[in-house]
């Protein structure tokens, strides 16, 4: 089985790395809206699945494709990326001082035709920051390409973030542990990770 990662995001990238399987990156644009009616923990697995469908035509019978989507939920509103600074701004605006969760949806379709579909969950409790610390964070970090206008793994997460509830790799865009799982039932496995003395 041979492993595919349709994804932009270098996070993602670099955890899949981090987990040792090798993958090879594939890209195409994927329409990321969803539909109106779908709860929280629904629109991460949607979108996963929506994206992992655009590759669906050209995999080869021993491949695996993986596509995610990383979405923050505050209330009864998912937070996507930011258009602008200002929006940024506004976003982080309402998460200080809050308590909100992240999900992330996965899709492994093999080219086979089986699909996989899961998402996890993990509640973040950010802090209360003053104005003056969420327009330094927006302005020296610029996270238009971050769910929520943070990433976890950045300055905020190390001012803001004083709890977390699940997986921490989750908040920053792919639950490996889960992924792991998942791909040890499709047949991939501890020897296709390198050694550490061969790395
Ligand atoms: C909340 C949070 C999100 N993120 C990132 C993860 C995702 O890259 C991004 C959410 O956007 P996504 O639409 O999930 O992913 P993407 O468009 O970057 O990549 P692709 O669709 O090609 O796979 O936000 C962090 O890096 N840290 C965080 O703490």
Known sequence: MRLVLASNSPRRRQLLSDLGLPYEIR?????ESFPAHLVRAEVAEYLAAHKAEAYRAALAPDEV?????????LDDDVLNKPADAAEAIQMLTRLQGRVHDVYTGVCLLTGEGQRVVFSDQTRVYFRALSPAEIEFYVQQYKPFDKAGAYGAQD????????RLEGSYFNVMGLPVHRVWEELVKLGFGLNEVPSLAAV
């Open 65 to 73: 494709v993986l596509t995610a989507d990383t979405i923050v939920c």
């Open 27 to 31: 890209l195409q644009e994927v329409d």
């Open 155 to 162: 300055w905020i997460g190390m001012v803001a973030v004083t």
